[in-house]
Structure formats: C-alpha cells, structure tokens
C-alpha cells in the first residue's frame, strides 16, 4: 500500500508553509531518516525527514509551492512492487488529509450549563449551611483568633505547620504567631529567609508530597513575588494532572492599605485572586469568623488564599469558645438585615459598611450588610435573595475598581437579578490610582463610610 | 561564541573508582556497576531515544500537534539517575521532560498519548508535553516555567525531611535555569536545612537559542556556583551512563544521611533544535557532529560490549524496546480524544469546577 507523504507542522501555530525544496525526485530509493525535502515558514527552515521506506513515486506539490497548506499530501511513497499507476487509483490530491484531523474534531462541544440569561451555572453542590453556635463566647482580637485556629490546627494535625518571615523567634512581623514556636517547636515554625518565590515553591512542594503548610506573607504585597507558584502551581496543578497533584496549602497574611506605607505596601490584590480556578480566596472580618475559616481552610485539600487586614488585627470580636467551631467557606453572612438596599463587603469594608447603615438609619433608609467572607466560590445565593427583598445594591471594596470585586457583583446582577432590580448597580472602591502617602491624599483614596452612605442614596435614589 | 564542552570528567573529586580503565581490561567480575544495572541502563537509554524518536516522526506526521521540547542526547542523564533512585524517590523535572519521566517507569502510551492528546495519556490530554506527571512512579510533575521547579522539588524534600522518609527529591533543569532567582533561592534553603535534594542541571550549552556562554559570569553555570551555598563543584560528563549512575549513588547517599543537598552540572548536548519549531541553525557548523561521537547510546552499546555482554542480549533488547514503541505507538493512535466531559474535571480537589456558589 503506498503511503502518503504530507506537509508537517513545524510548530503548533503552523497553517501553511513553502516547499522550498525536494533532496529526492521521483523514483528514488527513500529510507527511514532520509532528508527528503526543505521546508519554509516565516520563522524557519527545516528539513523534512522521511517516516518510512519506499521509493518516492510521485511528487504531488513540485518544489518552490507556497503556501502548502499542513497535511497536504505532498508526495506518495510505494511500497516494494507497487507500481507508480497504483496512484492514480486512488485520486489523491493536495487537500488536507483526513486521517490526520483529530478524531475529536468535528464532535460538538458538549452544551454549557446556562440559565435563560445564557450565564453559567456553577456545578457545585452548594456548601454546608454554617451552623449555628449556641455555646459560650470569649472576646479576642482578630490576632489572637488566628493564632488560636493555627495552634488548635497544629494540635491535631502533624501535617500542619507554619513557616515565613519572622514568624517562629521574632513571633510575627504583626504578631499574628505569638506562642507558637514555644508550643511546637522549630520543626513547625520556621523562619525562611526573605525569598518569597522560595518558601511559596517550598510550601507548594511540600503540600504535593503529603504536607498540610501555612504560608504567611508579611504581607500580600511581597507575595506578587511568588505570584507565579500561587497561579501555575498552587492553582492550576490538580487540573492540569488529572487529579493526581493536590495542594493542600493556605497561603496567609496581612491584605490592603494599613495606614501611611505608601503604594508598594497598601494593595488590595481579592480580586487578583479570585480570578484564578483553582483558589479559594477567603477575607474575614470579624475574629469569629477569621479563626473559623481559617480552620477550615487548614482542612481544606485546596489551596487557599486567606487575606487578613493589618488594622482589624487589633479589633476585639466575641469568638465561640469551641475548638471543634469552623466556618465555612464560600459562605456570605448577614450581618445586619434590612429591607432597602443590600450593601456587600468584606475584610475591613464590612466595619464601614455597617457604620454607613447605622447613619443611613437615622437617615431613613434600612441598610442589609452582607459579609462576603469568602470571594472565591463567591456566595451569589445570599446576594441575589437580598437584593430580591431590597431590589438595590451597593458594592465595597478596597481594592481598585477596574475589574474588581465589585464588578463581578454588577455582572452577576445581571445575570441573576435583572428583574428585581430597581436602580442600577452601585460601587464604592479606591480611588483608581496608586495608593498616595500623605494622610489627606490617602484618606481621600480610600473608601469611607460617608461614601458607602452616598451610594446607597443614590441607589435609593434619596439625594 | 557558543563556550566550548569542558573535558568531560568530574572536577575536584577526583575518586579511584572514577579511573580510567582501559576497555580490554574490562571484566563483569569486578564491575562496581554490575551486569543487571548496566543493562537497566541499556534499557533506559533505548525506551528513551526510541519514544523521542517517535515522538519526532509523530510530530511529522502531524499527530503531535503541541509544543515538544525532545531529549535526544540527554538520555544518559536520565537514565543514570533514575536508575540509581529508590522506586519511592521523587523526580521533578522541566517541560523539557519526557526523558525523566520515561525513566521512572511511566508507560511510553502514557507520555506518547499525552503528547498526542489522547485519552490513554498520562494525564488524559489535559497537560501535553510539557506537564508530563506520574505520581504513582514518583514523577512528581513537569513545570514549564523556568525555575518553578527547584523550590517545589525543595519543599517535596522538606516533606521526606519533616516525616524522616528517607525519600531523595530530584531535580532536573537546564543551563538557563542557573540565571533566574529561584535556582539561588532554592540552592540556599536546602543548603540551609541540608534538605535531601539533588539538583541536577542538564547544561546542554543553549539557553533555548543563545550559547549559556554569552549570558552567563562563570564557565559552568551550575558548577561555579556551587561554592556559593556551600557545596562542592560537581561537573560530570553526562553523556556517560555509567558516570552519571556513580555520581546519583554519591549525591542520594549524601542526601539519605542528612547531610544535604548536591548540585551536579551534567555536560550534555541535544541532537534537535530547542522545540519542534526550531532546526537549530544557530549552532557552529561541527558542533553536532562531534558531540554525536559522544551519543551517550552507541556509547554504551560499546562499553557493553567491552565488557563481555553477549550482543544477542544488547541487541535483544533494543528489538524488545523497538516493539514496545511500536505497541504503544498503535495503542496511542487507537485511543480516543478525551471525553469532552474532563474540561469540567478536576479544578478543586473533589472534582468540580464552580466558580460560584
């Protein structure tokens, strides 16, 4: 049986090329390895060599063709015995071969999952309602109640440990780890050197050889050092290795403006995260809810990036007094129900959030405040049924509003909450530029509760 | 100018097992090596620089459509250190890895398939050439950013360290890895906490198209930096099996008793451009054909012959691997595309894809 000779691909982007040359004419002898003709793309020359063995019976494309395009046959090899007549029977010409398309190719594409507004639906069950907690309460500031969910972790599990900068003897850069190289030692609190990329890989490392690590960055902003390992490693390994390589990691540390550090130190990066497939992406507010889920992220075979605030550090919450308490992740809160406006937030936007319902209740108008707690799985459940009841929205962030946070809420208000709406979507964010030093300027670049109070307003249309 | 393959012999280590023996004098008796390890290796470097082949004609036949960074040339490297691993030590390697990945024993239709984005591949079509991985063979994965690697490789050894496993992390990279920050960061922590890690570089003298040479402060990227973290200069030659095999026994030795890790530079030389799209032109006219004099496998089939080894069994079992290409070539271009349904497989550990609640 004679074989076709076809135009190559000399890389994955290659349509067409020139055969630039044939080494061989018709009825010449042709092993395996032989250099049979030149071909040319806009980046290269390579020389084509024959898969099989035969004698060359026709050249189909003579040399100098341009624009031959990739699986043409381009020429025909007999077999010994065949006869060159044998060719014609089979009416070869220089189209695109068949047998070398992918099988897959022409079958549809499976339909997606889409609601009548043509928006994909999540595939995930829904998480496990929070539980109720009807024990006793102790008050902690946001600190203590992480370092508590940390210790209580390690304690029963001796696949956890922490490691960072300044976290074992120094305790902390903010204090976060106090006590916790005196209970477990310098085998779980490590000190690394200032090398982000490198503990980050460390940890990732780790998490895929059967370790449960901690990762604290001093804070997010050195972590675009290690951006890379957070992305194609943490993130995209389960995926990419069909499920063989998970990354059971947390990836943890102060998120945000603190106060006077400037722009290189004072960057909200939730939205950064919660683009990337395959992280989780966590930002409590309150104690309670710091120490619950970051106990669940800890138990979570993924890898979570758990944003904290370096302001509310200091702020007191009453926490349950259980060490079996966790909070779930990819669930919002109501923290303040209403009948108005829905105002959404997270991290430290949730204190504003709530100061801005308390003066728009003197002004009239009852504020819902959710807790968005988790960014990624957003919980879109809770937002849409507030804004089903109050039929407006306002959105708060700190971070910058260009393909922020706040503009998958607008876009997920359209996708699942078109008709109960009654005025369009509002957000509250940074001010779009760089975050600036000097105390006036930065307050200015921030949001504030007086503009939390401003948007929902005006979605009331009230001013 | 492209820098010129050093005399290819172990630097400043200079051991009496490493000496020269003339080939007559060979004998199997007094082999450190042995015959069963040195037809192991034989194995190695033939399913190797057959699937690579393969891999080649595919790709010219316009079956391999995705990017593929081959190996030929390097195939002693692999096969040494691989050989030299315990079944439960770890490989991670780059996207130039289908060599490293072979050699720990995943099946040549698992990385053909994958290559060819089929179902049979070892990842189901879903990573290609360039993130080859098989957990259950120890190939802990093929990162294709440069440097990723050594830190993950790092805290894999963190992890035997931490759980007193006794396993060796491996770490296979290039010449051009040596320049980017991650390799020193790594280098310096598993210097630090003697992690049980060796770090192997693959310097085969092009970072992609340009001479390491050029681009580099010292002679040997990977060598002559060894001193900075502590560690002794290990430059092999690693188109010898046998001297790559001797120098992975040392270094997971070293590891295995807590003495940390070993960075080992692998002179080596690829027979094909630096991708599919690249007929490598850049190089000095000779270049090739000398280093082709140094093909690490007709370079064993002598030394095997050299020292007694029948040429029915040589031969034999290079038709016995030839075959298995061949078996797993059909078995790969029998399997289907993968089932549409895997795009929504895998993204968080239970196996689902949502991006909302």
């Known amino acids: 049986m004679s074989i076709d000779i076809l135009m190559p691909a000399l890389s994955p982007t290659m349509t067409e090329g020139n055969l630039a040359k044939w080494h061989k004419k018709e009825g010449d002898n042709v092993s395996s390895g032989d250099v049979i003709a030149e071909i040319e793309t806009d980046k290269a020359t390579m020389e084509v060599e024959a898969v099989d063995e035969g004698v060359l019976g026709k050249i189909v494309v003579s040399e100098g063709s341009e624009n031959v395009q990739v699986n043409a046959v381009i020429g025909v090899l007999l077999e010994d015995g065949e006869d060159p007549e044998d060719i014609k029977a089979s009416a070869r010409s220089a189209v695109a071969h068949p047998d070398a398309a992918e099988a897959g190719q022409e079958a549809p594409a499976p339909e997606k999952t889409t609601d009548a507004s043509g928006a994909v639906q999540p595939t995930r069950e829904p998480v496990v309602a929070e539980k109720e907690f009807s024990g006793s309460a102790v008050k902690l500031t946001v600190r203590e109640a992480l370092r508590d969910a940390m210790a ?172 079996d308490w966790t909070v779930p992740i990819g669930k919002a809160k109501v923290v303040r129900e209403g009948s108005d406006v829905t105002i959404t937030a997270f991290s430290i936007m949730v204190g504003h959030a709530l100061a801005a319902a308390e003066e728009l209740s003197q002004q009239g108008i009852d504020a819902e405040v959710i807790d968005l707690r988790t960014l990624r799985p957003l919980d879109t459940e809770s937002i849409v049924n507030s804004v089903k009841k109050t039929n407006r929205i306002v959105s708060v962030e700190e971070g910058w509003p260009v393909a922020g946070i706040g503009s998958e809420i607008a876009a997920i208000m359209m996708e699942h909450a078109f008709d109960w709406l009654d005025a369009p979507v509002a957000r509250v964010c940074a001010a779009d530029v760089p975050l600036p030093y000097a105390a006036n300027l930065e307050k200015l670049a921030l949001p504030r509760p007086a503009d939390v109070v401003n948007a929902a307003k005006a979605v009331c249309y009230t001013d | 100018m492209a820098s010129k393959p050093k005399a290819a012999k172990g630097e400043g280590r200079a051991k009496a097992s490493r000496k020269k023996t003339s080939a007559k004098a060979k004998s199997l008796a007094n082999d450190d090596i042995g015959e069963e390890t040195r037809l192991k290796l034989w194995r190695s470097l033939l399913e190797i620089r057959h699937v690579e082949q393969r891999a080649y004609d595919l790709f010219l036949q316009n079956l391999i459509k995705g990017t593929s960074h081959l190996a030929l040339g390097h195939e002693a490297v692999a096969a040494g250190f691989a050989t030299a691993m315990e079944k439960d030590d770890w490989t991670f390697c780059t996207y130039r890895g289908h060599h490293h990945t072979l050699a720990r ?112 402060a010292v002679e040997n990227p990977a060598g002559d930096r060894a001193g900075s973290y502590g560690l002794p200069k290990i430059v092999i030659d690693g188109n010898d099996a046998d001297e790559v095999y001797r120098t992975a026994q040392e270094a997971y030795a070293k590891a295995r008793a807590g003495d940390g890790p070993s960075l080992i530079e692998c002179l080596t030389y690829r027979h094909s451009g630096h991708s599919r799209a690249d007929p490598g032109d850049y190089r000095p006219p000779g270049e090739l054909e000398a280093w082709l004099k140094k093909d690490p496998v007709p370079r064993y089939r002598d030394r095997l012959a050299d020292f007694g080894i029948d040429k029915k069994v040589i031969d034999g079992i290079d038709e016995k691997v030839m075959q298995q290409v061949e078996e797993a070539t059909e078995i790969s271009k029998a399997s289907p595309t993968p089932s549409l349904e895997l795009i929504e497989k895998d993204v968080w550990a239970d196996g689902g894809v949502a991006w909302r609640n």
């Not at chain 1, 120094?170 to 490198?198: M, W």
């Not at chain 1, 722009?263 to 619950?292: E, I, N, R, T």
């Not at chain 2, 189901?124 to 440097?147: D, F, R």
Request: proline share 5%.
């Open chain 1, 152 to 323: 209580e972790e390690m304690r029963s599990d001796e696949a956890v440990f922490l490691m960072g900068e300044e976290v074992a003897q120094y305790q902390g850069a903010y204090k976060v780890s106090q006590g916790l190289l005196d209970e477990f030692g310098d085998r779980r609190v490590i000190d690394t050197p200032i090398t982000e990329h490198g503990f980050t890989g460390l940890g990732v490392g780790a998490a895929f050889a059967g370790l449960k690590p901690v990762v604290e960055f001093m804070t997010f902003n050195f972590a675009m050092q290690a951006m890379d390992h957070l992305i194609n490693s943490a993130a995209k390994t389960n995926y990419m290795s069909g499920g063989q390589m998970g990354c059971p990691t947390v990836f943890r540390g102060p998120n945000g403006a603190a106060a006077r550090v400037a722009a290189q130190h004072s960057q909200c990066y939730a939205s950064w995260y919660a683009h990337v497939p395959g992280l989780y992406v966590v930002a409590p507010y309150s104690a309670g809810d710091a120490k619950g889920l970051l106990k669940s992220a800890i138990r979570d075979p993924n890898p979570v990036i758990f944003l904290e605030n370096e302001i509310l550090y200091g702020q007191s919450f009453d926490v349950p007094d259980d060490p």
């Open chain 2, 105 to 216: 024993g995943a099946s040549m239709e698992g990385v053909l398939g994958e290559l060819m984005g089929r179902e049979c591949g070892l990842l189901q079509g879903k990573g290609g050439s360039m993130h080859l991985t098989s957990v259950e063979h120890g190939a802990m994965g093929s990162y294709a950013i440069i440097g990723a690697h050594l830190p993950i490789a790092m805290g894999a050894a963190w992890t035997s360290q931490y759980k007193s496993t006794g396993q060796v992390s491996v770490c296979f990279f290039g010449d051009g890895t040596t320049n980017i920050g991650a390799f020193h960061e790594a280098l310096n922590m598993a210097a630090v906490w003697k992690l049980p890690v060796v770090f192997v570089c693959e310097n085969n003298l092009y970072m992609e198209y340009t001479p390491i040479g050029d681009v580099t």
